[in-house]
């Protein structure tokens, strides 16, 4: 399969991810274990960025292949930072997305840099930008959820 199938294939499988997470409660997880004050919100337009740049990552995938890695890495670290680290640090308390993190996220995401290493995209510095982009990109919301409540940033005045 090319880059671009793999990302399709991926870009699907973040759409069960985020079925996952929400069914399961992401949120109310994410504030009681993780301490983040996230509201459902803030899920609902993070994931659909996500998936704009699934869409995205697909398209650029044979013109700008560590752009478009820069979504599987993205997959892959929210997998081991988000869901299977928690639920080992936690002596074993599911996470939401857990299932499909180990099931789909590593085998997906790990297919679309073999898929790019097949198409002869891939090299170190495709897996270093990819992976340094894919740490910002699950960084940002983050980081926004955190500063959001500090009184520079309120627009409630």
Known sequence: MTLSAWIWVATASYA?????????DWRDWARNVIGLPV???????????VVVLGFVAAHIASAQPA???TFPALMLINATFFHVLPFAWTKGRFSPGLFTAVILF????????????????LDT??????????ALLMAFPIVLI????????????
Do not use: K
């Open 39 to 49: 509201e459902w919100g803030d899920f609902y337009v993070t994931n659909a960025i």
């Open 67 to 69: 752009l478009a890695l």
């Open 16 to 24: 069960l991810h985020m079925l996952e997470e929400y069914q399961l």
């Open 125 to 134: 510095g495709a897996a270093v930008i990819s992976f340094g982009l894919g």
């Open 146 to 157: 955190r500063i959001r409540s500090h009184p520079y940033f309120r627009q409630n005045y």
């Open 106 to 121: 590593y085998p997906v995401g790990l297919g679309c840099y073999l898929g790019a290493a097949v198409d002869g995209l």
